[in-house]
């Protein structure tokens, strides 16, 4: 079984930075114009997970995304992680069967991105030195204890980040954030 969060760092990676090759194009006229408009669609997910309930139980965030201080990638968890829990909790619950039955056909739920960036945008972003700088998670994610599903409450612009960069003195040079 392949965990979420093992699927979700097979990210391009550049040991040269690559700056010679970044390009503002789009694949197509119809994802520039996604772009142009802020566009991004509500993910619909295949279980209805909520943040919510499992923050009111006083869970952290690092419980189910174990990357977030420690690297680039906060991680998805996977569905052994759930099932730690839920093979006694709430199993009578249809979104636990659901989830049960992952389990057993030993496949992973296949969480919908909320926030992330199109490849051509050639976008580097590292969780850990915000997290070690202490910028809260609701900076960029907002109000987690309000919402079920994520939702992209944040619009995490290249102005948006910039802004802050240069309020706290963080790098603003191109390659910071573009590889
Ligand atoms: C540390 C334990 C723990 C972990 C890990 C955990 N949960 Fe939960 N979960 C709970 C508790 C406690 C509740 C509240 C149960 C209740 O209200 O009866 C809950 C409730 C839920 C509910 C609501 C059930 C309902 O219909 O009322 C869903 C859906 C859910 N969890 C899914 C997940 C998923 C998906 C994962 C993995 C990403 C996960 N949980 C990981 C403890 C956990
Ligand atoms: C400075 C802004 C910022 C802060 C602070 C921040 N995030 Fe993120 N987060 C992002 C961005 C940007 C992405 C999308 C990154 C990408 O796709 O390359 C992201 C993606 C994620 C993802 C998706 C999975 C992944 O690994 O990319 C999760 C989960 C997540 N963040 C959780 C958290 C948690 C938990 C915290 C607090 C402990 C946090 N984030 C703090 C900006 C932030
Ligand atoms: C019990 C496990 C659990 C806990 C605790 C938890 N999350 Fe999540 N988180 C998930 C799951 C499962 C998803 C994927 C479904 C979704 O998008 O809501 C997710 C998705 C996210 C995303 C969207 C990732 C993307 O696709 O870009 C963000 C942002 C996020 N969580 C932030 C947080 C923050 C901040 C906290 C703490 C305040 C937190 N989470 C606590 C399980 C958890
Ligand atoms: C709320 C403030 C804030 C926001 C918003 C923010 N950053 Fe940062 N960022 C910082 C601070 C502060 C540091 C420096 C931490 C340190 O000194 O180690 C940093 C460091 C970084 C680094 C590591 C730089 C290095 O070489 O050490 C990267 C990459 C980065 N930010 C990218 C981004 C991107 C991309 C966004 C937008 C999605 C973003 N940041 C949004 C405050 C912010
Ligand atoms: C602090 C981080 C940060 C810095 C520094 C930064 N950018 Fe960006 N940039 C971003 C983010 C994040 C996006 C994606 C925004 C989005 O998709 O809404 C982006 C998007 C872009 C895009 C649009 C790409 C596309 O088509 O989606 C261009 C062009 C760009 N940046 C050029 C630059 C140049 C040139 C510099 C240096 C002068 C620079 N950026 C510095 C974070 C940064």
């Not at 391009?12 to 408009?37: I, Q, R």
């Not at 739920?109 to 969780?127: E, I, L, T």
């Not at 907002?142 to 948006?160: E, F, I, P």
């Amino acid at each position: 079984m392949i965990a979420a969060a093992e699927v979700r760092s097979q990210r391009p990676y550049s040991p040269t930075g690559g700056a010679e090759f970044y390009t503002p194009a789009h694949p197509s006229v119809l994802s520039a114009m996604k772009d142009f408009f802020g566009y991004h669609p509500a993910p619909h997910q295949p279980i209805a997970f909520t943040h919510k309930v499992h923050l009111a139980a006083g869970l952290q965030c690092v419980v189910c995304h174990a990357g977030v201080t420690s690297g680039p990638e906060a991680q998805l968890p996977s569905v052994r992680l759930c099932m730690t829990c839920h093979q006694a909790i709430a199993t009578e619950k249809p979104e636990i069967k659901k989830l049960a039955a992952y389990q057993a056909r030993g496949e992973d739920v296949a969480w919908q991105r909320v926030y992330d960036y199109p490849p051509y945008s050639h976008v580097k972003f590292n969780h850990a030195p915000h997290i070690r700088a202490g910028i809260g998670c609701q900076a960029c994610h907002g109000d987690m204890t309000q919402q079920t599903v994520a939702v992209r409450s944040v619009n995490l612009t290249m102005g948006y980040c910039l802004s802050c960069h240069r309020q706290q003195k963080a790098p603003v040079d191109c390659l910071t954030c573009h590889y």
